[in-house]
């Protein structure tokens, strides 16, 4: 720590207008041609036919939001989430919370509970007024699997019987064109049998596959006649055995959205190349009446890379598998629920999602403009504490051993409203250990003997000399105390001091566990270039400390949040504190000392 501790920054007035972009931009356009206008909403998701009978759709935009049940939300998770539920309420529309939940392997009713909870944690919710736009994909596998057996009459589809090793061997390459399947000219009475019968389980897995026909020589590979269905003898979490069929993600995600009258599907860059697939598929259900025009249209931005960290639900999962972390929810992780615990708020990760904008190109977010973004919104909003974390013994040995006076001590220093917390000054005690120095280095200006320096809120007190164990090591640190100095008295700034810091008395602090968290990796690119990211692990992203903190914290409710005074931003742990006793984790340091010369 240094000793000049300049006050916090004022916080920054957020953005009253959202900054434009091209996704606003082309928002915009469309709602001053009236592209959407003429569009009408059975009230739920439906084919045409439905929203045909149904009334003027109220909302001016419809966006979703479409996670896949398979792991806990992450920061990247929340840009997307930010980004449409904030669109949804700026345009006067509607976003969808779906659960893209047509893979049956790996998804999870644990991890659809976690998503609900992550999104309205967040601050969004999808109900609004009379609508309550929560879907599952899962829902539409009768009509996935009829627009299926439709695009087959028409002549759209085939089931294809080559093998795996067949079907990629003639996919051909980046530069050499595929080569059609011989089973691509069955006839569609042929491939509608045979789709059936896979339906009804009478065809082993990998037998047969429904694939689009498109185009073989297509330069872009989504379009070489791309799987639809395939064969899963797999129970999925909310339709059991009913099906051995699903969909792929390129065939479930355009319809869904179609169904769900979405007018915006914005996803991540690696889905442009997926995008003439996604108009192809809708325009040829149009042309078979399923669905009206103007169809959804998908709309690509750069997903967040955080340095420091990770972004991928399945290398997050192998943390949590591993045990490099505590589970899902460990402060480290930047899963949403992990950094709740961290003490993080919603309305910080808000304001991060705001500064950070959507850009065209994949690139890096610095960790420490999400750090900045916390203290930002907690500076004006967490009360302020005393804690020491290294504790040292201070004993006044002028003071009567007996004796107890009250300091007072601002909640907040620039909301006098607030009111005081009340610190019991005696005797003895504690400082942080690295306030004393037997030798004082240049420009040190806190205790040494012979030096004086103010005890916040308190007096002026002058170091007389210390203890120190068989080892050399300081014991305990003795000075006399300036009674003509109290804070707030007449007179007590006769005494000019450079050093101020802080105390608690040894007799009323509350000893309490704290986690004092450093980002979970040493380099800013953990998997860069292919590395194995176990091996850029920062071995030292958790410290756990026995502390003192000021008597009245013996009160702070789970999720309670403080700035610790010279220390950081703390919160109260919501899993591990109990009732008087809560533990503390570091939710971010004061300022940023991530230091050059750290990064990888
Ligand atoms: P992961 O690779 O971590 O598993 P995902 O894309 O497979 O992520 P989904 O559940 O499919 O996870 O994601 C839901 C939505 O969140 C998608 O629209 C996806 O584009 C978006 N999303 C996922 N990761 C990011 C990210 N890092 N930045 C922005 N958006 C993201
Ligand atoms: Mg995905």
Redesign the pocket.
């Known amino acids: 720590m240094s000793d000049a501790r300049p006050a916090n920054a004022p916080r920054k007035p957020p953005a009253t207008d959202p900054p434009s972009n091209f996704i606003r931009s082309a928002i915009d356009t469309d709602l001053a041609a009236g592209r959407y206008t003429p569009r009408r909403w059975a009230g739920h998701p439906d084919l045409a036919a439905a929203h045909r009978g149904g009334p003027p759709d109220v909302a001016r935009i419809r966006t979703r939001?479409?996670?896949?049940p398979?792991?806990y939300l992450?920061i990247?998770?929340a840009?997307?989430i930010c980004l449409n539920f904030g669109l949804a309420r700026d345009y006067d529309g509607r976003c969808h919370l779906r659960f893209?939940d047509t893979n049956p392997v790996k998804e999870e009713q644990e991890y659809v509970d976690s998503i609900v909870d992550a999104v309205r944690w967040l601050g969004f919710d999808w109900q609004d007024g009379r609508e309550d736009n929560l879907y599952y994909a899962s829902d539409y596998f009768d009509l996935l699997f009829a627009f299926a057996e439709a695009l087959v009459r028409a002549g759209h589809a085939y089931v294809d019987s080559q093998s795996a090793d067949e079907i990629r061997a003639n996919r051909g390459t980046l530069t050499e064109p595929g080569r059609d399947s011989r089973f691509r000219d069955r006839p569609p009475e042929e491939s509608l049998a045979l789709l059936r019968e896979m339906r009804e389980g009478k065809h082993p897995e990998g037998s047969h596959v429904l694939r689009a026909k498109i185009d073989m020589t297509s330069p872009n590979v989504n379009l070489r006649d791309p799987v639809l269905y395939r064969i899963r003898f797999a129970d999925h979490h909310r339709t059991g055995d009913r099906w051995c069929v699903y969909p792929m993600y390129d065939y479930a995600h355009p319809i869904s959205d179609a169904l769900e009258n979405i007018t915006h599907s914005?996803?991540?860059l690696e889905f442009e190349d997926h995008r003439p697939l996604y108009d192809w598929l809708l325009e040829r259900l149009a042309d078979g009446g399923f669905f009206d025009r103007p169809l959804p249209q998908q709309i690509e931005f750069a997903?967040?890379?955080l340095t420091y960290t990770l972004?991928?639900?399945?290398k997050l999962q192998e943390l949590v598998t591993s045990g490099v972390v505590e589970g899902w929810d460990d402060p480290r992780m930047p899963t949403l629920v992990g950094l709740r615990r961290r003490g993080y708020t919603p309305e910080a990760i808000q304001l991060f999602c705001e500064r950070i904008g959507v850009a065209k190109a994949d690139s890096w977010i610095e960790m420490s403009a999400l750090e900045q973004a916390l203290r930002d919104d907690l500076d004006p909003k967490a009360a302020r504490a005393t804690a020491v974390l290294d504790p040292l013994r201070l004993v006044l040995t002028d003071f009567p051993a007996d004796a107890v006076e009250t300091c007072n001590a601002p909640v907040h220093p620039q909301q006098p409203e607030r009111g005081v917390r009340v610190l019991p000054f005696t005797r003895e005690l504690w400082i942080e250990r690295d306030d004393f120095t037997e030798t004082p280095p240049k420009g040190f200006f806190r205790l040494f003997p012979g030096n004086r320096v103010r005890l916040r809120f308190a007096y002026v007190i002058e170091c007389t000399g210390c203890d120190k164990d068989a080892d050399g090591r300081v014991t305990a640190v003795h000075a006399r105390v300036l009674l003509d100095s109290r804070s707030g008295t007449p007179g007590a700034d006769q005494y000019k001091v450079k050093g101020n810091i802080h105390w608690l008395s040894a007799r009323d602090a509350l000893e309490v566990e704290v986690r004092l968290y450093e980002r979970l990796f040493q380099h800013a690119h953990p998997d860069a270039g292919g590395r194995d990211y176990r091996e850029a692990l920062n071995a030292d992203s958790r410290r756990i400390v026995r502390a003192f903190v000021e008597p009245g914290l013996a009160a702070a409710e789970p999720e309670q949040r403080f700035q610790f005074e010279r220390h950081g931003y703390f919160v109260a742990d919501r899993r591990d504190s109990m009732a008087g006793r809560p533990v503390f984790n570091r939710s971010v340091t004061l300022r940023d000392s991530w230091g050059a010369g750290k990064t990888g």
Do not use: A
């Open positions: 939001f479409p996670p896949e398979n792991g992450h990247g998770h840009k997307s893209d914005i996803c991540t997903r967040l890379n972004t991928s639900k399945r």
